[in-house]
Structures are given as C-alpha cells and as structure tokens.
C-alpha cells in the first residue's frame, strides 16, 4: 500500500521533469534566434506565366526621334576640263545634295582641252590636289548649304570652271 501511494508522487514528478525539459527546450532556441542578426530574405525572380511576351522593352518615339540620322555619302563622278564638267558626255552646271550628307565628287580629268599641269579644285571649305590631264583627283565635304566648286589653274590661280553644288 505505501507503494500505491508513493506511485502517484513519483507520477508527478516524472511528469513535472518531462514538461519542465520540454519548456527548456522549445524556449532555448527562441532565445539563441533572438540574439542572431536577421538576414534579409531574397526572392527568387518573378517566372514569367505562360502567354507572356518577353524581350527588352523599346525607347519612345520621342527617344527614337532625339537619334540624329547618320549621314549618308553621296558620291558624284564626272570628266572635267578647263570647260566645264561632264555625265554621259553631256556638260551639267550643278548636282543635288541632301543637307548633313557627305559629299564626295570625284573628277576624272580629260587628256584634251584641260591646263598642261592640270587643275586644282576649290570650294564648299575644301580644296583638291591638283592632277595631271588623264588622272583623278576628289573632294570630300559635308553638305551644309548650296556652295560653288571651281577649278584653278594652280600656277597662276586663274578660275575656270564651275560646279553649283545645290544643298536642299
């Protein structure tokens, strides 16, 4: 009979020890928890749904408008002598460039009709070198405004003929 009494004592106690370890335990890592610095959470990238568009979103009209075109070359060929200028073997007085391109005319200098030591091309803020009768010479320039391209005589300067170079 003692034991039967002593049994619900003993009861207790075992108890009181289980739940008093528990409580320990669940509060001891709250507290360790407490006293470690927090670190930020990263998040994982949103995955894009299906049906979704994907690619890299494109500059406004008004950014695409605020982008200067580049400019073009235009290229010009024609004979020369102390006469004029020449396409197809007919004479021209002009050409037409567009405002910011570059212009490029080259003159491919015939063997009758021209100065002995050949010409020299000046204007619209560039000067060729001079070439003999049957060479080449050119002239490169960013069209700007309508100016005049003429040919020297490079020993005694004498102007001979002209080229309207028409900006528009």
């Known amino acids: 009979?003692?034991?039967?009494?002593?049994?619900?004592?003993?009861?207790?106690?075992?108890?009181?020890?289980?739940?008093t370890q528990v409580n320990e335990t669940t509060t001891q890592p709250q507290e360790q928890e407490a006293t470690q610095?927090?670190?930020?959470?990263?998040?994982?990238?949103?995955?894009?749904?299906?049906?979704?568009?994907q690619g890299e979103v494109a500059p406004s009209q008004q950014e695409i408008s605020s982008i200067p075109p580049l400019p073009t070359t235009q290229e010009f060929t024609m004979e020369t002598d102390d006469n004029g200028y020449y396409t197809n073997s007919q004479k021209i007085t002009s050409i037409s460039a567009t405002k910011g391109n570059i212009v490029k005319i080259t003159?491919?200098?015939?063997?009758?009709?021209?100065?002995?030591?050949?010409?020299?091309y000046r204007g619209c803020g560039t000067q060729s070198p001079s070439a003999l009768p049957g060479g080449t010479t050119s002239i490169q320039f960013t069209?700007?405004?309508t100016c005049t391209v003429t040919a020297y005589w490079p020993s005694s300067g004498v102007a001979k003929s002209s080229l309207q170079v028409i900006v528009s």
Do not use: D, H, W
């Open 1 to 19: 009979m003692n034991l039967l009494k002593i049994l619900p004592v003993i009861l207790i106690v075992f108890v009181s020890g289980c739940t």
């Open 37 to 53: 610095p927090t670190q930020p959470i990263q998040e994982a990238p949103a995955q894009p749904t299906e049906g979704t568009l």
């Open 107 to 120: 003159f491919n200098l015939r063997t009758s009709g021209i100065y002995p030591a050949g010409p020299e």
């Open 143 to 145: 069209a700007s405004s």
